[in-house]
């Protein structure tokens, strides 16, 4: 995601991972309504949901089974069931087709900065040098530790066993088992995937050596813990454990050097967000990098960076960490689990779970003015089409109802739009290319002050 936001900006990227070959891991749910929306404002939204397939927005905080409010605030309240590896082929594919060059088999192994930019070595001893060098190499992430950032938080308390595999047993047996189970252990799956193949996911107690892969034994013997049958499993198409831990980067930037995506926080996966928070720190990180990297960025651009993402993570860590005990098999949690559901029976309360967990509910610290200034605009239909589809390029863009305004020198970096809508009920909105809110008002001098903020000097 973000070589391919670099690339927009005319910005040589050069994508170094370890692996020889895709990881076909299928480790997630799917893509949140935000990230649905970064792909829409991307041209990407077509391809996405061919390969993948739409289902409700609500059900997914705790796994606590309510129905999404009406009105959700976006045009594509959705959730799209989309495996990983199909998101990160279609995300290398559209980061090729713009110019960015990927390497594989590559793994960095030591780096050093000055003050002109990184050299990075390679484990096999190879020299690059490049003006800056941003790990998205995971939660163990190397970089991380070569930057000596602290990554505090809490240790994994628990364990699951994820994979897939063939069952023994039909069908039927099988679905009454997982209804049972699922009553009071949220944490326990067995779903279908088609050709006779299932996930199975089963809770371990106690925390093992996670450098080890889990055998089809560990399935078995946990299986028979948890629900009284191994299912007669065997043919495993691939095995793997995760762990509850939740931690924090201390810092998202030292240097030239950043950290994004699992580099810069880890947490359970319930509900589904990592994938969708990284590639949003991505989007968010992107035309900062390009801006700087150009050299048309304000001198605090890129630092905005940490301060608007690293809050949003504390935020994904708490409401993880708070579903993982809501999933407890304990009768106090479960308790209070029987609380929330009901409480999401209140319509607001339930809206803002789903705001929350979809991360349409983010609002950047703008300093003061009114609610809609640092949260994403919603897609909108304006005269020429949908407002994403002219956000495609990566740049800035001003709605203007008043007629009035220009972006005079900044229209090599934002664009002008006229009387877009009647949906807007404000004179004029200034979006940045990550689509956020930069400014409101209809004030020329005003909005130069704000074209300065974010967008540097004018040209002329
Ligand atoms: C069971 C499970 C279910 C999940 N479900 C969901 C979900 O439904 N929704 C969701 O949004 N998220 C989900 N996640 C989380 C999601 O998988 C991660 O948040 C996501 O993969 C993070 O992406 P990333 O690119 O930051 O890191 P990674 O996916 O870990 O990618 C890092 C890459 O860097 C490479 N690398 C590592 N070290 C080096 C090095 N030294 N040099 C070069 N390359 C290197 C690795 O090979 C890897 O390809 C789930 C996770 C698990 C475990």
Sequence with gaps: MLAAELRLHDVRVLVLEKETEPVSFVRIVGLHIRSIEVMAMRGLLERILERGRQRPAGGFFAAINKPAPEGLDSAHAY??????????????????????????????????????????????????????????DGGRSTVRKLLGVGFPGVPSRTETLMG???VGVPQEEIAAKVTEIGETNKRFSLRPFGEGVYQVIVPVAGVS????????????????????????????RWLSRFGDATRLAE???????????????????????????????????GWKLAAQIRGWAPETLLDTYQAERHPVAEDVLDNTRAQMELSSTEPGPQAVRRLLTELMDFDEVNRYLIEKITA???????????DLLGRRLRDIDVKQG????????????????????????????????AD????????????????????????????????????GKPAN
């Design 79 to 136: 959730l799209l069931g989309i495996p990983q590896p199909v998101i990160v082929h279609l995300l290398e594919e559209h980061a090729i087709e713009l110019g960015a060059q990927v390497r594989r088999g590559c793994a960095v192994a030591d780096f050093e900065q000055d003050d002109e930019g990184v050299t990075v070595e390679l484990a096999d001893g190879e020299q690059l040098r490049s003006h800056y060098l941003v790990g998205c």
């Design 164 to 166: 897939e595999m063939e």
């Design 209 to 236: 050596d996670r450098a080890e892969p889990p055998t089809l034994e560990d399935f078995k013997q946990q299986l028979r813990t948890v629900a009284g049958t191994d299912f007669g499993v065997h043919s495993p």
């Design 251 to 285: 810092r998202y930037r030292v240097g030239r050097v950043l950290l994004a995506g699992d580099a810069a926080h880890i947490h359970p996966p319930i509900g589904g967000q990592g994938l969708n928070l990284g590639v949003q720190d991505a989007f968010n990180l």
């Design 360 to 370: 349409i509910g983010v609002r950047y610290d703008f300093g003061a003015g009114p």
């Design 386 to 417: 949908h407002l994403y589809g002219l956000l495609h390029r990566g740049r800035g863009l001003l709605l203007d109802r008043t007629e009035r305004l220009t972006v005079g020198g900044w229209s090599d970096r934002v664009d002008y739009l």
């Design 420 to 455: 877009p809508t009647a949906v807007l009920d404000v004179p004029c909105v200034l979006l940045r290319p990550d689509g956020h809110v930069a400014w409101i008002g209809d004030d020329q001098q005003d909005l130069d002050d704000h074209l300065s903020r974010w967008f």
